[in-house]
């Protein structure tokens, strides 16, 4: 008869995990049973490998729906992973004994309204965090959200976790009858424990496929089998070998859906494994945890000298006389508090104290590094995995990027082929759900540098994976996701987006099915202001997209077939705005001109200004959008100023309405400081109007200028009145005369000019300086 014994543990727990080594070495099982996905137990033989390095984790994931997946993390000092390295280095037979996570991801399976079937489901906590309730749980809904803390309460501890860590993993030496406390104390609460209803059938049904992964391991013949669970599931899986319960299993299991599984390792890291992180069987402290698995007979000098170390490396003060006093505070604390060694808050309070004088800035550095850490780690390079992801790992090693938790800022220059490559990984990257990088404003001159941020999160294998089901290469997958979201997009201003994320990402093929599309789209848009935003973006495409040698000609001749459309419309899109349509359409209008003048191609030109000149001449469109158009016909010398003036006096007149006129003079000077200073023919045009004022008038519209006015900075209204106070005031021909060349004035910069740039080269008949 089988000898099979069932060890409760913590996942993620180092007592736990040391507990559980000692246990194991003394039970010698011949037969190891872990609570884990039995999808992947074709992986399990990777824990060996020597190139694999905790924190890791099990992917298990639908190949039809990458998203819909799970993730079960493994730390060194987690007791799942302790397992499998000793059953593998004993020969023992392995096996994942949940329920399959093929049942579990499957389509009609019951799950908890609160994850839905895209959320990945993360092994199961023995403790897990809730949000404070509005109102007082019961007791028995509060035994089942968080076992531990009600047991932590009852011993005055704060948290489950602290509890957990006062009596397990900060317990010298190993005691293998904490199993039997811990079973123990779970049937306990079990008993006073309501079933959760949303994960009631989920939960039955996950004990009832252990239980029946128990009882087919005996009657394989395995002499001694060791059964590693959640502590929470140890008294459910006592009742294996109970009467009628291997019927009861079966028809819970019974007709349950089935979808198709893959699984693979991925690297994890001890952010995402933190309960901070939001990971439901998360740890408060993963690096502190790591200590103490590996550091267990100098916790406190090792943490301390860590500590020290690290402050140093910022350039703060940290001497050896303040983490030897540091360590001697933190067992005198622990002496008070009836501990045999000191814990984490232990340590924590004399850190605060002794190395950062408490001052919490350091100690939130201490905490981050420490506490949480920053760990990240590997799978071996022949693990299963995808396509996209052997293309990800090849154009890493080619590009000298590596994945890690360590954020750093990198600097491109667009014209070395090698940074070149780097930009379009990175923005393909992106397009797949993968922001890698962020771009940042790069330092230096020249539109062919480029900065970005890179910070690299170990759950983004979740989006490589999904990406497979779009192409078998970053690239594939890039360009199916841009071809995805073009058929979905509604607006033309979508889809002039997404060309410029392509031609940074360098996607020759499907920049030009998002230009048919574009063209489609457009074709039959009766949204002018659509069109109208879609342009600014394709013109800045079209003049400077060279700077990655792509081919920018498709993008101009969208912007030539955009432009006729926009101007044929404009006129019927201004009609009838209010002040906050009038001040986006006004927008629209200048940032569609600015567009037109930087393509620089006189048939755009053209045919922008007669729809200008057609929105300047309508009476019954909102002032700040017809003053706008006036504005920019003046800029662009299509109107001179004695036009201008005329308009300006036609539309501020008695007869137009206080409010109308004020939107006018508004939409004709709006953001024109600098132009007001410097062009002094635009002051000039409003400086003949308000002196061509009678004095009635001259009051009764001195508030609307002086509103237009306002909206100038101080320094600018400044420089203007003293531009007018000047002899000859705005006039253009006074101002002209005032910077006319005056040679004496020129002769006296030419010695310094001479200094700067040096000798004048000698002549080459005479031989003597020039």
């Not at 799978?379 to 938790?405: I, N």
Request: hydrophobic letters at 45%; charged letters at 25%; a negative charge.
């Amino acid at each position: 008869m089988s000898d099979i014994r069932l060890f409760g543990i913590r996942h993620h727990g180092p007592g736990s995990a040391r507990s559980l080594k000692a246990a194991l070495d003394a039970f010698a099982p011949d037969c190891l049973l872990i609570e884990g996905p039995p999808d992947a137990d074709a992986l399990i033989p990777l824990a060996a490998h020597e190139a694999m390095a905790p924190p890791v984790s099990l992917l298990v994931y639908r190949p039809d729906r990458p998203r819909t997946c799970a993730f079960f993390p493994f730390a060194a000092f987690s007791p799942e992973w302790v397992a499998m390295r000793h059953g593998i280095a004993a020969g023992a037979t392995l096996r994942f004994i949940d329920l399959p996570h093929a049942i579990q991801l499957a389509d009609g399976f019951v799950v908890s309204d609160t994850a839905p079937d895209t959320a990945p489901v993360d092994a199961e906590p023995v403790a897990e965090a809730t949000e404070t309730p509005s109102e007082p749980a019961p007791a028995s809904a509060a035994i089942r959200r968080d076992p531990l803390g009600e047991l932590a309460a009852l011993a005055g501890y704060p948290d489950g976790e602290r509890w957990w860590d006062a009596l397990v993993e900060s317990r010298a030496g190993a005691d293998g009858d904490v199993f039997a406390a811990i079973g123990e104390a779970m049937a306990a609460l079990r008993e006073g424990a309501e079933p959760d209803p949303d994960e009631a059938f989920r939960e039955e049904a996950r004990e009832a496929h252990m239980r029946a992964a128990i009882r087919r391991a005996a009657k394989e013949g395995f002499a001694r089998i060791a059964v590693i669970c959640g502590a929470w599931h140890v008294p459910a899986l006592m009742r294996h070998d109970a009467k009628g319960q291997a019927t009861a299993d079966t028809a819970t299991l019974k007709n349950l859906p089935k979808a198709k599984v893959a699984a693979a390792w991925a690297p994890w890291s001890y952010e995402r494994l933190a309960f901070a992180s939001g990971y439901r069987a998360g740890v408060l402290s993963p690096e502190w945890y790591d200590t103490l698995w590996h550091h267990e007979g100098q916790v406190a000098a090792r943490w301390l000298a860590r500590a020290a170390a690290l402050l140093r490396e910022n350039d703060l003060d940290a001497s050896p006389a303040s983490v030897i006093e540091a360590a001697r505070l933190a067992e005198a604390l622990a002496g008070f508090r009836g501990r045999s060694r000191p814990s984490l808050d232990d340590l924590d309070e004399a850190a605060q104290a002794t190395l950062c004088f408490a001052d919490p800035a350091p100690m939130g550095l201490i905490r981050r590094k420490l506490v949480i850490g920053e760990r990240l780690g590997a799978t071996p390079p022949d693990s299963p995995g995808t396509p996209v992801e052997a293309d990800f790992e090849a154009q890493c090693k080619r590009l000298r990027l590596k994945p890690g938790a360590a954020a750093g800022e990198i600097t491109l220059d667009l014209r070395k082929e090698t940074d070149l490559a780097r930009s379009h990984f990175l923005n393909r990257l992106k397009l797949i759900g993968i922001p890698w990088g962020e771009r940042r404003e790069a330092r230096g001159r020249g539109t062919f540098k480029e900065s970005w941020y890179l910070t690299w999160q170990p759950e983004w294998v979740v989006e490589l994976v999904a990406a497979s089901a779009e192409g078998g290469t970053i690239a594939e997958a890039a360009a199916g996701r841009v071809r995805s979201r073009a058929r979905e997009a509604t607006r033309v201003a979508e889809l002039s987006g997404l060309i410029g994320t392509l031609l940074d990402a360098d996607l020759a093929g499907a920049t030009a099915a998002v230009i048919r599309a574009l063209n489609d789209r457009a074709a039959v848009s009766a949204d002018v202001f659509d069109l109208m935003d879609a342009l600014p973006p394709l013109a800045e495409l079209a003049r400077y997209g060279s700077v990655r040698s792509s081919d920018t000609e498709p993008v101009l001749a969208v912007v030539r077939g955009l432009v006729p459309r926009a101007a044929a419309g404009l006129v019927a899109a201004c009609q009838s705005l209010d002040d906050d349509a009038a001040g986006a359409a006004k927008a629209r209008i200048v940032a569609v001109s600015g567009a037109v003048a930087l393509i620089e191609e006189p048939e755009l030109k053209a045919v922008w200004g007669e729809a200008l000149r057609a929105l300047a001449d309508q009476e019954h469109v909102h002032g700040r959008v017809v003053g706008r158009a006036v504005r920019l016909l003046f800029d662009d010398r299509a109107i001179d100023a004695a036009e201008a003036g005329e308009r300006l006096r036609l539309a501020l007149s008695r007869a137009s309405g206080a409010v109308p006129a004020a939107a006018w003079i508004e939409g004709f000077l709006e953001d024109s400081g600098t132009v007001l200073i410097h062009g002094r023919e635009l002051l000039a045009v409003v400086d003949e109007w308000l002196c061509g004022l009678d004095e009635a008038l001259f009051i009764e519209l001195l508030p609307l200028v002086r509103r237009t006015f306002a909206t100038l900075a101080p320094a600018e209204r400044r420089a203007i009145g003293e531009a007018l106070a000047r002899p000859g005031g705005a006039s253009p021909d006074a101002a002209a005369g005032s910077q006319g060349f005056d040679p004496a004035r020129a002769a006296k910069v030419l010695p310094i000019l001479r200094l700067l740039l040096g000798p004048e080269p000698a002549n080459p008949t005479t031989g003597d300086a020039a």
